[in-house]
């Protein structure tokens, strides 16, 4: 049974991955939809798309998408940002300790010393520290060919 609630666990963490990113859904019918992820019913599969696109062209603002009518979820953007390559970086490039560095792999975001959270949207925190991270931060998207 720890297997099951293991890969249970695992599908949950990759799905909530997805949030804020462009994906496309596959209906049973054959429809497609494709939009940015901004809301998941875990409970029933289904989800909602803000600034949408359906399969014949049209510009949908917000679509709801009942679980059981969904064949395929295919992830069309992928994020530069890796919360574990991150965290290697600060270790390797920055000098800053294992002991101070959290990762949470489900929501892509990495902790520092319990004040300081970096995502795919930067650096949030105060304070030298963070100021430091942040320009670790600017040197890891250059590399990785962000902005």
């Known amino acids: 049974m720890a297997l099951a609630t ?12 997805m949030l ?14 494709t939009g940015k992820l901004v809301g998941i019913d875990t409970s029933s599969m289904s989800l909602v798309l803000e600034k949408a696109e359906d399969s014949n062209g049209s510009k949908i603002p917000l679509v709801f998408i009942y679980g059981s009518s969904i064949s395929e979820i295919i992830l069309t953007e992928e994020s530069l940002f890796d919360a574990k390559e991150f965290a290697e970086f600060l270790e390797r490039e920055g000098g800053i300790g294992r002991h101070l560095i959290k990762i949470y792999d489900d929501i892509n975001v990495v902790e520092v010393s319990k004040s300081i959270r970096v995502s795919k949207d930067g650096v949030e925190g105060s304070g030298v520290l963070a100021q430091r991270i942040h320009t670790l931060f600017m040197e890891y998207m250059r590399q990785k060919g962000g902005s």
């Open 20 to 33: 804020d990113k462009r994906i496309t859904v596959v209906l049973n019918s054959g429809k497609e939809y």
């Open 6 to 17: 293991e890969a249970a666990r695992r599908f949950a963490a990759k799905l909530n991955s």
